[in-house]
């Protein structure tokens, strides 16, 4: 039974399209700036709980992206712009690391992201803390370090959430 799979490098087509076909998997994770796509069909990994994406390429996620039952997803140096919308529709993800990316904002729908209690936006562009991120009231850690932000705006944000341990240095 394998229940995780870890990819250094570009993993060859032919592996990606068997993906599917190991219902057993637990966690995924790809380390590799040639990696640009998932497949089609990874919402069918009903096991999936981890999935990192380090240092991907990847410029868009199936549609199918958002069947899976994912607690966990890091997308760290993926020169993302924005978050992708598939990203919002997972509701049982409680931990989201999006960190070293090119973070400006996140969209409106972010906050249908109710379950998650760790958050890591740290080395974004981000100059204000995302509206959006003051609905989410289960979060537990907040990494906010390396953005352009005020202490005044991380100090009303921890007001608000006094049991979100918030991180922040610039």
């Known amino acids: 039974q394998i229940i ?13 399209d068997f993906l599917h076909r190991i219902p057993s998997l637990e966690g995924l994770s790809f380390l590799s700036n040639r990696v ?38 890091w997308m760290m140096n993926c020169q993302m712009e924005f978050c992708f919308p598939e990203i919002c529709a997972l509701s049982q993800l409680e931990i989201l690391v999006l960190r070293q990316n090119n973070l400006s904002h996140l969209p409106d729908t972010f906050d249908k992201l109710q379950s998650l209690e760790i958050l890591d936006l740290a080395r974004n562009n981000l100059t204000e803390i995302p509206s959006v991120l003051w609905k989410l009231k289960n979060l537990k ?24 341990e918030v991180f922040f240095e610039w």
């Open 4 to 16: 995780g799979v870890h990819f250094l490098c570009q993993p060859d087509t032919r592996i990606l």
């Open 141 to 164: 850690q907040l990494n906010l370090e390396e953005n352009e932000l005020t202490n005044d705006q991380i100090e009303a944000f921890k007001l608000t959430h006094p049991g979100c």
């Open 36 to 73: 640009h796509h998932l497949p089609e069909d990874i919402g069918q990994l009903n096991q999936l709980k981890l999935l990192a994406l380090t240092a991907t390429s990847i410029d868009k996620l199936p549609r199918s992206f958002q069947d899976l039952q994912l607690h966990e997803l």
